[in-house]
């Protein structure tokens, strides 16, 4: 496993040679720290924010409606995790796609050279990125913590590349409180 700053850093779960800015159907999901149900709770079938909650939905809602090239299709806030399916289009689209294809490697990229990952804007990372610091300093200051670790340091994304994954992505999302009780993120169901 390589070094970065001393410390072990794992590998990218990242699609190598994509370009998480291209237009795409993307599933995300971004896990609270440990797993602690920190956002609310599920009560009969319906989730019920909580404060924190609350401060992950409104900026949720912000983040999509900030990113112009964005089209929110679903998304759900669960007590320890939420799930997104999102749209990257370019900016002459007017209907939504559901398809994939990937990026080609520039000719100006070796195939002997390693291609370098990097935060671009308008990406999945960047994104990520900004709504963690953003939502953990929020909860934080509303919690009088320093700096409590909120989010786990990862997430997982996935490109949807055909209607029938779309389809089952959505209701997955749609049906996430109902199923809570079966939910393999949902740590007191192990």
């Given amino acids: 496993m390589p070094l970065f700053k001393n410390r072990y ?22 896990v609270a720290q440990n797993r602690e149900c920190i956002f609310g709770v599920v009560d009969d079938d319906k989730m019920i ?4 909650g609350k401060i992950i939905e ?29 749209e990257i289009v370019s900016s002459s689209d007017v209907e939504t796609h559901c398809s994939a294809s990937l990026q080609l490697e520039s000719e100006s990229h070796s195939e002997s050279k390693p291609q370098k990952l990097s935060r671009k804007p308008n990406s999945i990372s ?22 409590n670790i909120i989010w786990q340091s990862n997430y997982h994304d996935h490109i949807v590349r055909n209607y029938n994954s779309f389809n089952t992505i959505y209701h997955y999302i749609k049906n996430n409180p109902k199923n809570w009780n079966t939910d393999s993120i949902n740590s007191s169901s192990e």
Avoid: C, G
């Avoid at 779960?13 to 999901?29: G, M, Q």
């Avoid at 112009?68 to 799930?83: A, D, G, K, L, Q």
């Avoid at 994104?127 to 320093?146: E, G, P």
């Fill in 9 to 30: 850093q794992t590998e990218s779960n990242r699609l190598k040679n994509w370009d998480y800015s291209n237009e795409a159907i993307y599933f995300i999901t971004l």
């Fill in 49 to 52: 924010l909580n404060d924190n």
């Fill in 58 to 86: 409104t900026e949720l809602l912000k983040s999509i409606t900030i990113r112009e090239r964005w089209f929110s299709h679903n998304w759900v806030i669960m007590p320890n995790h939420i799930h997104l399916l999102v």
């Fill in 126 to 147: 960047s994104f990520v990125a900004i709504f963690k610091s953003v939502t953990t300093k929020q909860i934080n200051v509303m919690m009088n913590h320093d700096a």
